[in-house]
């Protein structure tokens, strides 16, 4: 099945704080680099630094070098620009519900609680194609301000398709559309935790005031539903 809409969403003007997006705490404590436990001077350190950062898919993109995202549209030198980048430039292979390969998007849900039942569904899905719940995940949450008009999904049953809970077929072709028609991103009902409301933000630009928030330990302990603790 594929989209077959020539409309596009409507547009609502939003003015939401406190937006609530969950990463694992090895990503956002960028001060204390992973590979630091790996080098055994600072020689080596900067070694592994080197190697990295020819891959580093964010610092590429920052470059001019990436495909789906110009360096114009990147972030410097505002609080947390580096997380804000790193959303965008590191697509997951298969895409997102709103993104491809290529290029990734900043996805916050309204509360953290929707956002919990986000990363506890995808997460779980990785346990469950390696049938072993036993784990543990430090997330820090990471709060952004927006105030900008976007597509709005909210109540239309033309556009049931592109929530559709195991395909992001007819939803990457959506935000395809959007993205060449020049759209700031998505407002949309979150599919893992009903009356959750989701943002996909297409423009790095728009993420506003991001800041640290709670941090949340995740634990599976043999069953699809971790534990969730603030830590």
Known sequence: MTLAISALPPLSLLRQFDTCRLIQSR???VEDSVLAPLADDTGHLRD???LDNATNARLIAESGGAAGIG???LVSRV????????AFTYARPEGSRFNDG????????FDAATALAEITFHKSVEYQEIQRFD???SYQLMLADFSAEFHDLRGLETFRACLAPASY???????ARLLDAGSLGLIFPSVRRDGGTNLACFRPALVGNVRKGDVYRLT???TPTPRIDIV
């Open 102 to 109: 290529e290029r990734g998007a900043w996805y916050c849900a």
């Open 220 to 222: 599976w302990e043999g």
């Open 71 to 73: 360096v114009d549209e």
């Open 135 to 137: 784990d543990s995940v």
């Open 27 to 29: 990503f956002a404590d």
């Open 79 to 86: 609080p947390n620009f580096r997380i804000v980048n790193a």
């Open 169 to 175: 077929l007819d939803s990457q072709q959506l935000a």
């Open 48 to 50: 592994l630094f080197d």
